[in-house]
Each structure stands twice: as C-alpha cells, then as structure tokens.
C-alpha cells in the first residue's frame, strides 16, 4: 500500500461541503484488516473527486504504544487523529478502556467537523460505532450509512460475554437496530450477514451487500521454485496446509489440531501457522506437549511478503464457529483466493465461506469437529496435485473477477453516491 501513498503533515481543514468522513480505530499506516480495507476505499474516492475525512485514534493494532500524528493528509484524505488511551489488546479491561475513549473523543470530533450534506460512515471498530454515528448525524444534521465487518452485541453473546446476554445486551441491541434503520446505507460482506441486519427491519433497499477484497495485482500466485520462504520454513517437497492472520475467539482450532495428529505419520505433509491470536497461543502450546513436528509456527509477515507467504501453502484452511454465520466473514479468504489457492472451508455447510467454495469450485468443506473429513480432504489434495492445482486456479479467477479490488471499490463508489438507491443492486 505504501507503493502509492503521500502523506502531508499539519493542519488541515475540513468543512467543505459533502464530505465522506469515515470512522475507524485504525488508518493508514496501520496493517490490521480493517486500517487497510479503509485505506483502499477513502484514497480511492479521494482520487475519484470526492471530499473525504476520516476519524481514527492515533495507535496501531499491534503496538499500543504508538502515536500517530494528530493530523495529515494521506492521498488526498484528511485524517483526524483523536487521543485515546492506549492498553492495547493484552486485556479485556483494557481494550474496553480503548474503546470507551475512542467513542468520546471520535464523537466530539465529528461534531466538530461533520456538516449538513455530508455522510458519516462507521465501521465496527470498536464495536457499536453505528450507534455514535446515529446521534452525530443527529446532531450535526449530516446523513450517515454502516459498514459492518461485525454484528456486536450478537458476536460479544456468542463468545460468551455475560453482559452481552443480558438486559444490556438487549439494549444495546435495541440502540444498533435503531441505528441500522435510521441510516442511509449499510453495507454489509456477505447474504447471510444481509439476512440478519434485514431481521432487524432494516428497509431491504438499503442494504448493499459489497464483499470485502484483496489487492490482486500485489497478491499473485508464485510458484514453489521462486518462493524462498518455503525454503527457509522448511517446506520444500512439502504439501503444506497453511492458515494465515489471526487465529482468535471466533475461529475454533481443534478441528486441525485432531488432523494434524492424525496425518503426523505422513511425511509428505505439513502444517504452516502465521500470524497469531488467542489460539494460536494455546495451539503451540498443545503441539509442543503433543509432540507434533508437522507443525511449523511462524510470526506475522510483513505486507510485502504476503503474496510469499500466502503461496507457500498447497492449501490454507479458513474456520469460522457456526453459531457466528452471518455475524462475521473472515476477510483473510480474499486474499487466498487472490494466491490461487485452494480453501479447506472449517464451517457450517451453508456458511458463507462454504457456499463461496462450493459456488466457485475453489476448495472443500469439512464441519468443525469432523477431523476426519479434514485429514482425508488433504491425503486426497496431496495424492491429487493437479486437482489442487486446478481448485486454486478457480480461486484465482473468483479473486480476479467477482472479488476483484476494482468490482468492490465501484461499487462502493456507486453506493455513496446514490446514498440510498431505488433498487438493491445484484451482490454479485
């Protein structure tokens, strides 16, 4: 991303009319998903003519120590960055501390620069931030829209927050829902995510379903030969099994770790972990105790070795618990399919992940806690290379044309501007 961003420093101001003012925790040059999906949209609609704003802290998803400048423009975006505290991710306390001081400070700012005319769109980060963008297009009479990457307080219930289940829960609910109808837009990843904020009677001509993306020209397939992180891994002659990004709370683990015991004995095969997450941590520490050799642990790569480190897998498995369907989409598919690889589909058979593999012919699907299905899913791609081969070509074409960066950034383009059109446009 750096390749195309300029960054201006110093006071910028912002109260021209018609702005598009984002709000997100995270921006550019943050590397989490979200900053980067951000980036990609606001500098795309800079450069398409439009006025854009964006509202987001002054740290960084991986180093709570950082402080951003206050304010720059990135491409033709200017940027406020508010103070916020800064205790990072270590601790549920603490990151609620986070998130209640974005959501003081964000919302002052966008009084301050929001005006009639312009629209305020909220991501999920922190979660809820549709309520806030609800009362400050109130306030500042500036139209609003939602682009969920989430469905909160439902994911917080689901993984188990007692506060999420309970009276609050419910009122919080009841404020998200108000907040999803009064808007101009929502945007949402995927048809069961659409379904769920349609529950919530949200005028169906509202919502937009807009897949997230991956950039297709930086993440290329690369073959084994021209690929030296396999050779440093120690991968080469491997048929490798990789999972990349965060392996959290929302994903389950064991699935892969009964297959991996059970393919121990073949050593054709091997297991590749990058990134890390909550799981991550309890999985090296249940293979080591296991005595699992075949699989290799490896930290986040850095944005230019993505395209690297996404080909040095034969096949890259995606989980997502089945009771969280329609609440999030792993964003981390886009960028397999972007590599040409096969995806191994750990989720309910019509989650959304399954019926994108299903619908494409780019990979297989194996219920969450059917190991066996699995570990016969990879012998069967390692006896059958040109098999694989052929599912990851099909993966490429999904990448390149109906999860194309482009597709999904016109789209966008056409939602903001027509803001709440007539007719729901076709999601794929």
């Known amino acids: 991303m750096e390749r195309y961003l300029y960054v201006i420093p110093g006071d910028i101001s912002v109260h021209s009319e018609g702005k598009i003012i984002f709000v997100n925790r995270f921006f550019y040059p943050d590397h989490s998903a979200t900053a980067q999906l951000l980036t990609d949209l606001a500098t795309h609609l800079a450069a398409a003519g439009k006025s854009v704003a964006v509202v987001t802290s002054r740290l960084q998803y991986d180093d709570p120590s950082a402080r951003l400048p206050a304010r720059e423009k990135v491409n033709g975006v200017e940027v406020h960055r508010v103070a916020t505290t800064g205790f990072g991710r270590a601790s549920l306390p603490g990151r609620a501390t986070d998130f209640a001081s974005f959501y003081v400070t964000a919302f002052t700012r966008l009084l301050q620069i929001a005006r009639p005319g312009d629209m305020i769109v909220a991501k999920t980060d922190p979660p809820l931030l549709s309520i806030l963008a609800h009362a400050a297009s109130r306030i500042t009479g500036a139209r609003f829209a939602n682009w969920l990457q989430d469905v909160y307080p439902e994911v917080a219930g689901v993984l188990g927050v007692r506060a999420a289940q309970?009276?609050?829960?419910?009122?919080?609910?009841?404020?998200?829902?108000?907040?999803l109808r009064a808007a101009d837009l929502n945007v949402v990843l995927g048809e069961r995510m659409a379904q769920r904020v349609q529950d919530a009677r949200v005028d169906v001509e509202k919502i937009w379903v807009i897949p997230n993306w991956s950039d297709e020209q930086a993440i290329a397939p690369l073959s084994h030969d021209a690929n030296d992180l396999r050779t440093r891994w120690g991968l080469n002659g491997k048929f490798v099994v990789g999972y990349s990004g965060n392996l959290g709370r929302a994903h389950e683990y064991e699935t892969m770790f009964a297959a991996a015991?059970?393919?121990?004995?073949?050593?054709?095969?091997?297991?590749?972990?990058?990134?890390?997450?909550?799981h991550t941590t309890l999985l090296k520490t249940r293979a080591l105790g296991a005595g699992l050799s075949n699989i290799v642990f490896q930290p986040y790569q850095p944005r230019e070795a993505l395209a690297a480190s996404l080909c040095a897998a034969d096949l890259h498995w995606v989980s997502l618990k089945p009771e969280l369907e329609g609440l999030i989409v792993p964003s981390k598919v886009y960028g397999i399919l972007a590599a040409g690889r096969p995806i191994l589909a750990v989720t309910a058979p019509d989650g959304e992940i399954a019926r994108l593999v299903a619908e494409h012919g780019c990979g297989v699907q194996a219920e969450p806690g059917d190991h066996l299905a699995f570990a016969a899913h990879v012998r069967a791609l390692a006896d059958a290379p040109d098999r694989a081969r052929a599912l990851g070509e099909a993966a490429r074409r999904a990448a390149?044309?109906?999860?194309?960066?482009?597709r999904a950034l016109s789209r966008w383009t056409e939602a903001v501007t027509e803001t709440a059109p007539a007719t729901q446009p076709s999601p794929a």
């Open 400 to 406: 390149t044309s109906v999860f194309s960066r482009g």
């Open 261 to 278: 015991q059970a393919l121990s004995g073949d050593p054709r095969i091997a297991f590749l972990m990058i990134g890390g997450g909550h």
């Open 166 to 179: 309970g009276p609050l829960g419910r009122i919080l609910t009841a404020g998200r829902d108000a907040s």
